[in-house]
Nanobody
């Protein structure tokens, strides 16, 4: 059974960095696209970054230059490095996977939609304090 488990969240001060990890099992990476989402308190979940099984990456404009998504095939782990954290980045961060992922049309529009991903991890909390 395919599973995703995030780790690496925690409390960090403004300006700090975190590297979130998402371990996956039960499926072949070659068959799946993956993404990171976040949900801030009182807000809807939003896509942050996505990566295809071919290694192409996509970032929404609000995080471009601040986040880096990467994949370690050998370790079966997806990463999200977040730099220069601010209080507004406080959120539950979740990874997701799907056999198709972001559609070509949404990719061109830089839209990372929840409905494009069917497999989800439970999330890891990131809290940024000043």
């Amino acid at each position: 059974q395919a599973q995703l488990v995030e780790s690496g969240g925690g409390s960090v001060q403004v300006g700090g960095s975190l590297r979130l990890s998402c371990g996956f099992s039960g499926y072949s990476l070659a068959d799946y696209a993956m993404a990171w989402f976040r949900q801030a308190p009182g807000k809807e979940r939003e896509g942050v970054a996505a990566i295809t099984n071919g290694g192409s990456t996509l970032y929404v404009d609000s995080v471009k230059g601040r986040c880096t998504i990467s994949l370690d095939n050998a370790k079966k782990t997806l990463y999200l490095l977040i730099n220069n954290l601010k209080p507004e980045h406080t959120a539950m961060y979740s990874c997701a996977a799907d056999s198709e992922g972001v559609s070509p049309g949404d990719w061109a529009l830089k839209l990372i939609k929840e409905k494009a991903f069917r497999l989800w991890g439970p999330g890891t909390q990131v809290t940024v304090s000043s």
